[in-house]
């Protein structure tokens, strides 16, 4: 009789331990790049020495399984928010570009592409932002497994290479050759720059998503403005390009300053890889097809159908204004209200959520969002007071809708699994941007207010699935912080 045994290597400052797994994991080398204690300092960490040895000495516990534990996270230290920092800083480019895309639609259709409808120019920012998303399924997985450098490099380059195209263009196709380079850029760099967030920070993980997020309201709230003034003073041409610079500079900063704790890197043979290939590719496109964890799938529904009335708020709100009788500069400043109280929108449920529940204040504040909406917007918006009065409650209780969306799912995902899953996440929401924004530039082309009904239903909807993703966790009880 024989027994196989698999080593497992674990790295931890360059020191290696090995420990026995009776064949219940694969074979795998876990790298930590430990963001507080140095390679002198690491044997003096009583809180890693403990872990070490728990993980060394109990054979039913994996390396995995103490990714989740809160005394293995630094939540805190130099390095650690030295990387917020930079994850602040490549959001500012890559959720403020999703925010803002609205100052650059009503600029193209009513300067550029004047002689198209909305329905056709749509296509253009649906491409975009689909892209924006879709590119999560992608980098969320290299993001595991290889770490941050490589995808923020090219989502740089990407942007750039978009931004400097749609300033050169003038004929609808090639804006959407622009657009898809600005939205491969967009869907290559906010998985890791979400996701490792969570690899330094536990208790405090909502306040941090919160903050690192937040960059898309600073840059929502900033390239309107830049983009309103520089339109008068420098032309659309100029605009686009100073804008593109500024992006570039926030994403090299980025790149600088943003390094993941752990990365996963395979180590089997040529042969046994050749054997469980086809094993593996079937296992991956059941779990795409097939998501087995309920709790998951009210998360991509409430995300879906939450962001989806997100995404068509930002992108038609400026549009809305205009139609309503405001001029062209007074919409881009609506946008920029919105996106300045968003910081705040942000900020504030992340600090909440890591007291009352993430789960919890994501529920309250998509409330507000739905009642601000179909009570406030809906019956009253021919009023330009009101539409500055929805641009401060919107924009404050739809922050949360981005924000508690990636600390809610790292609260029912393994850690080293987190950029896997938020980039399938991702991917759904990016169908609702591909087909959603055409479908809305055809109600527009009817009514505004069908729009805003519509906008108000996937709200509601979002609402219902994030309740029920409460419920799946811990039924029907109020008073449990989840």
């Known amino acids: 009789m024989s027994t196989t045994v698999i080593l497992e290597d674990i790295e931890l400052n360059n020191n290696f331990h090995s420990r026995s797994n009776n064949g219940k994991h694969d074979d795998v080398t876990t790298q930590i790049q430990n963001p507080q204690i140095d390679l002198q300092s690491f044997e003096e960490s009583d809180a890693i020495a403990e872990l070490n040895n728990n993980v060394n000495n109990n054979d039913d516990i994996s390396f995995e399984d103490t990714l989740d534990d809160p005394k293995s996270y630094p939540d805190g230290g130099f390095k650690a928010y030295l990387t917020l920092f930079g994850c602040f800083l490549g959001l500012i480019v890559n959720l403020g570009l999703i925010n803002s895309i609205g100052a650059v639609q009503s600029y193209v259709s009513n300067n550029i592409l004047q002689n198209y409808t909305q329905s056709t120019i749509s296509w253009i920012f649906s491409i975009y932002l689909s892209l924006a998303y879709a590119g999560g399924i992608f980098s969320g997985p290299i993001f595991d497994r290889y770490g941050t450098l490589y995808l923020l490099i090219s989502s740089g380059g990407f942007i750039f290479i978009g931004l400097m195209g749609a300033a050169q263009s003038n004929k609808i196709y090639q804006f959407i050759l622009s657009f898809i380079a600005l939205g491969l850029g967009n869907g290559i760099g906010m998985a890791p720059l979400v996701s490792v967030i969570s690899h330094f920070f536990f208790n405090k993980r909502g306040v941090c998503t919160g903050i690192a997020t937040s960059g898309g309201s600073v840059g929502g709230l900033m390239f309107p403005l830049m983009l309103r003034k520089l339109y008068v003073s420098v032309g659309y041409v100029w605009a686009l390009r100073i804008l593109g610079f500024t992006c570039l500079g926030c994403m090299i900063s980025s790149v600088l300053l943003v390094k993941e704790r752990f990365r996963r890197i395979n180590k089997k043979s040529t042969i ?15 779990e795409f097809i097939k998501i087995k964890d309920i709790k998951f799938v009210f998360v991509i529904l409430g995300g879906f159908f939450a962001e989806f009335s997100l995404v068509l708020i930002v992108t038609y709100f400026a549009n809305y204004a205009i139609a309503q009788g405001l001029s062209e500069s007074e919409s881009l400043l609506l946008l920029t209200i919105w996106n300045a109280v968003g910081i705040a929108g942000r900020w504030l449920p992340g600090l909440a959520s890591d007291y009352f529940g993430r789960f919890n204040v994501n529920v309250v504040m998509l409330i507000m969002y739905t009642l601000s909406i179909l009570v406030l917007l809906l019956p009253f918006g021919h009023n330009h007071k009101i539409l500055y009065a929805f641009a401060v409650l919107g924009g404050i209780s739809s922050g949360c809708i981005l924000t508690l969306l990636p600390a809610c799912l790292s609260q029912i995902t393994r850690t080293d699994q987190l950029g896997k899953r938020y980039g399938l996440l991702n991917f ?32 509601i909807a979002g609402l219902v699935f994030w309740t029920a993703a409460r419920v799946s966790i811990v039924g029907v009880k109020l008073n449990v912080k989840v």
Request: hydrophobic share 50%.
């Open 428 to 459: 759904y929401l990016s169908l609702a941007n591909l087909f959603g924004i055409p479908i809305a530039a055809a109600i527009l082309d009817t009514n505004y207010n069908n729009l805003i009904i519509f906008i108000g239903c996937l709200s």
């Open 272 to 286: 046994e890889v050749e054997i469980n290939t086809l094993d593996k590719l079937k296992s991956e496109v059941l």
